[in-house]
């Protein structure tokens, strides 16, 4: 069975096309059989990072029913190993998808022959969004070193949980304890965490179960365009702040450097880790990739602006 990844975040443009494509491939470079999944319906575009604007929309063809699986829609990229499943913006409404559709493209994920499925998704917590993250109980997190993008990357995650808290509870049992903790106001904002007090308060037995359910999640995350000026250690504390609040595992496997040569990348439609691997930013990539598989991280020296691996 595939290690299905979906990629998110919640802000728009910190990178998670740009991580989704180049994990992809240095996980294809390592052997594996690789597949990534556009799944930005309204504005799929992770086919330029490979320069494949005439390819053809795989999720449109399998729900249209032209191909019986998604697995027909993979096609290769210029890389071994790695496929792409394509999503244009071409048919109007395919962001907005029903309930039935959402659970074929789920259920046809699943069953991906592929080692690695790397799910890019789009920006937001809309529903489509945070079902298409809990296709998996694995997942993966990609913010940049500013207030805005932390600040959306905890509401997404509340969102995920809130989303798998209602599953995992039951509609009526869930919008029960929302009403008893927003008070009576519409716009309370609620936190997963205390949904899941409420139920450990109310049925300890209940809670533990719950508590048992939400440890089966395993997200990582990522903080991309990472600048020399910013704090390194901040990855660390997002990791340990959501540890404590979240009843799942979270593990940050690092930061990605700020590039200017990723702009030129995206203009040239070649893939950054195609164009420009030997550097910091590819090599953080390389190590990231390396952590998914369980490789050991190869010992790095940091030197004034490149890394040399021992
Ligand atoms: N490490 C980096 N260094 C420099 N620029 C970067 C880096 N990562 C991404 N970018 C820039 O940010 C832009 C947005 O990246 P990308 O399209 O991957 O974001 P996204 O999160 O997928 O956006 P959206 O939410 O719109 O889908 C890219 O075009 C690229 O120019
Ligand atoms: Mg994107």
Redesign the pocket.
């Known amino acids: 069975m595939a290690l299905i990844y979906p990629i998110g975040?919640g802000?728009?443009?910190?990178?998670?096309?740009?991580?989704?494509?180049n994990l992809g491939v240095l996980l294809a470079n390592q052997g594996y059989s690789v597949a990534i999944v556009d799944l930005?319906l309204g504005?799929s575009?992770l086919h330029t990072?490979f320069g494949l604007n005439k390819s053809k929309n795989g999720i449109n063809r399998f729900l249209n029913q032209d191909c019986k699986t998604l697995e027909e829609t993979a096609e290769p990229t210029a890389v071994n190993n790695l496929f792409i499943i394509n999503s244009f913006n071409s048919q109007l409404g395919i962001s907005n998808l029903f309930s039935a559709q959402k659970l074929k493209i789920i259920n046809a994920i699943q069953k991906l022959p592929f080692d690695f499925v790397l799910l890019?998704?789009?920006?937001g917590t809309n529903y489509n969004t945070i079902d298409f993250f809990l296709s998996s109980d694995k997942g993966m997190f990609?913010c940049i070193p500013e207030p805005t993008s932390i600040e959306n990357t905890f509401r997404f995650i509340n969102a995920v949980y809130l989303r798998k808290l209602q599953h995992l509870l039951k509609q009526r049992a869930f919008n029960a304890i929302v009403l008893e903790l927003s008070n009576g106001s519409k716009n309370a904002v609620i936190k997963a965490y205390d949904i899941v007090h409420s139920v450990i308060r109310e049925n300890p037995q209940k809670g533990e179960k719950l508590k048992s359910q939400l440890d089966k999640l395993e997200f990582k995350f990522v903080i991309?365009?990472?600048r020399k000026s910013v704090d390194k250690t901040i990855g660390f504390k997002i990791e340990k702040t959501c540890n404590r609040h979240f009843y799942s595992r979270f593990q940050f496997l690092g930061n990605?450097?700020?590039?200017?040569?990723?702009?030129n990348s995206?203009v040239a439609r070649t893939v950054y880790m195609e164009k420009y691997a030997y550097t910091l930013?590819a090599i953080d990539l390389l190590n990231i990739a390396k952590k998914l598989t369980g490789v050991e991280q190869s010992t790095v020296r940091v030197t004034e602006d490149c890394y040399e691996t021992v």
């Open positions: 975040g802000k728009g443009g910190v990178g998670k096309s740009f991580v989704t494509a930005d504005g575009n990072f890019d998704l789009g920006a990609v991309n365009q990472f990605i450097s700020y590039d200017e040569r990723v702009h995206v930013t």
